[in-house]
């Protein structure tokens, strides 16, 4: 399912989801992060309580590379070499306006709220805004896995979701019982 054969190149994935993920989720989560970690594929997250937290972990257990994007300094207590801080990304005005276009509601929002969904752009483009992960896992409550699916029970992981949908970048949300077999079938046989 997953086999990163050719080592030289860089292969990333988005590993986000909902803070309310279920425990037995975040499990198989931190299970990838780790199992994918060890493949050579570079984690992407934004460092929030739940799903990206499990990702990360995993990731980090395999001394994997990750960019853990966060929407401000010190968001979460977290800080050190994966850590990148949107707000101070050069690009970030051009993140802003991408984030902006796949949020309808995005001037309602407050400063904070517009500063988590700028970061989710780069969870999914990358620190240049223009090398998209290769695929996304995450769990959000209503299995969502197009933007056309979206809805309020989607959460922040909507964003990341939209955005990688008009994409057309794969999106396995475990959420669902054909996503949740496929990729629990796959860490079995490691």
Known sequence: MFSNKNKEKKIYYSGIGSRKAPKDILNVMEELGFQLGKRNYILRSGASPGADSAFERGA????ADCEIYLPWKNFQNREGKNYIIAEKMNNYKKAKEIARNHYYKFEGLSDDSQKLIIRDTYQVLGKNLDTPSEFVICWTPDGCITDRDRSIKTGGT??????ASKLKIPIFNLKLKEHKKRIKEWLAKL
């Not at 980090?60 to 001394?63: A, D, E, H, L, Q």
């Not at 909507?158 to 955005?163: D, E, H, L, V, Y």
């Open 158 to 163: 909507g964003q990341a979701i939209s955005i």
């Open 60 to 63: 980090s257990k395999s001394n």
